[in-house]
């Protein structure tokens, strides 16, 4: 059977799709903040909150998470240096960069370049 949404669930899901859009099409930039998203979205920082913990995140550990599968797709389909991809995923450290990337995928972005690449 189908699941009933109810209106304000349906106006919570499209909330956290135009959340994750706005927050995507932002992650180049290592000033984007929690508040300033929920400003620009016309919500209160709490709701933005709640919405991300209805997918078991907080809008920065999905925008980690989102610049961290960026980067990995640009590490194997690009040959930007790691330092230049840092930056174009909004970490304003290389060796931040290195040091969460190596936690999340288990290896520095160029160890994953060359384990991964099929050049």
């Not at 909150?49 to 980690?64: E, K």
């Not at 930056?87 to 991964?116: L, Q």
């Amino acid at each position: 059977g189908s699941v009933l949404h109810s209106p304000t669930e349906l106006t919570h899901q499209q909330d956290l799709r135009r959340a994750q859009q706005l927050l995507e099409s932002r992650m180049h930039d290592p000033d984007c903040s929690v508040s300033d998203a929920a400003r620009d979205l016309g919500l209160s920082v709490r709701h933005l909150q709640n919405l991300f913990r209805q997918i078991g995140a907080t809008p920065v550990n999905w925008l980690y998470a989102a610049r961290l599968d960026r980067a990995r797709k640009l590490l194997l389909e690009s040959d930007v240096t790691v330092s230049d991809l840092a930056a174009t995923v909004g970490f304003r450290d290389v060796s931040h960069f290195g040091r969460t990337f190596r936690r999340r995928f288990g290896a520095s972005p160029g160890e994953y370049r060359k384990a991964h690449s099929s050049r």
